[in-house]
């Protein structure tokens, strides 16, 4: 995944400053720069706007690019660092007999992954969608991992073992 904000789309950023400096410009002439100085001539007015933009644009460069520039590489590397771990894991999970799951507020997986499938004969997709419900095969709120799975759904942290299959989850 590729970060939302990089600096490939500078032409985006030239050109929202180009059009914040003319804005600025035509400002300048109208109300700025007869307050700070008697405007004789379109050369002296030329001259004012140019001052007025070099101020701007350097301002732009100190206070609003560089803090961006900063933050971006800051996500970027994040972001890297992320992609990192999220690789670790699924490594991990991928060697340890393990299964490790997220479900909906419905019950329903959302996500499954790591090699304990193979126990089951089954595969990560045949499980995605399908409700606690109707992987355990009962319709009993009060069937233990379903109890449990509800708890955490109110917030409360759970840890329990339960026995199914021959196998200890």
């Known amino acids: 995944r590729q970060s939302m904000m990089k600096w490939n789309h500078w032409p985006l950023y030239v050109g929202a400053i180009i059009f914040?400096?003319?804005?600025?410009?035509?400002?300048?002439?109208?109300?700025?720069?007869?307050?700070?100085?008697?405007?004789r001539t379109r050369s002296e007015m030329f001259l004012g706007h140019i001052g007025i933009a070099v101020v701007v644009c350097l301002f732009l460069?100190?206070?609003?690019l560089r803090p961006l520039a900063r933050n971006m590489k800051e996500m970027e590397g994040g972001e890297a660092?992320?992609?990192s771990a999220k690789s670790r894991l699924r490594e991990m999970l991928l060697r340890l007999p393990?299964?490790?799951?997220?479900?909906?507020?419905?019950?329903?997986?959302?996500?499954?992954?790591?090699?304990?499938?193979?126990?089951?004969?089954?595969?990560?997709?045949q499980i995605l969608g399908?409700?606690?419900?109707?992987?355990?095969e009962v319709n009993d709120p009060e069937f233990y991992?379903?109890?449990m799975?509800?708890?955490?759904?109110?917030?409360?942290?759970?840890?329990?073992?339960f026995e199914w299959m021959g196998h200890i989850f």
Do not use: C
Request: proline content about 5%; charged content about 20%; overall charge negative.
């Open 20 to 39: 914040l400096l003319i804005l600025l410009l035509e400002a300048a002439g109208e109300f700025i720069l007869p307050l700070v100085m008697p405007v």
């Open 61 to 64: 460069v100190f206070f609003v």
């Open 81 to 83: 660092t992320l992609a």
């Open 98 to 125: 393990v299964l490790v799951w997220t479900t909906n507020k419905e019950l329903q997986f959302t996500s499954a992954e790591g090699s304990g499938y193979r126990f089951f004969n089954m595969l990560p997709d």
């Open 130 to 136: 399908k409700s606690l419900y109707e992987y355990f």
């Open 145 to 147: 991992p379903i109890k």
């Open 149 to 161: 799975h509800q708890r955490v759904l109110r917030g409360e942290s759970v840890r329990y073992d």
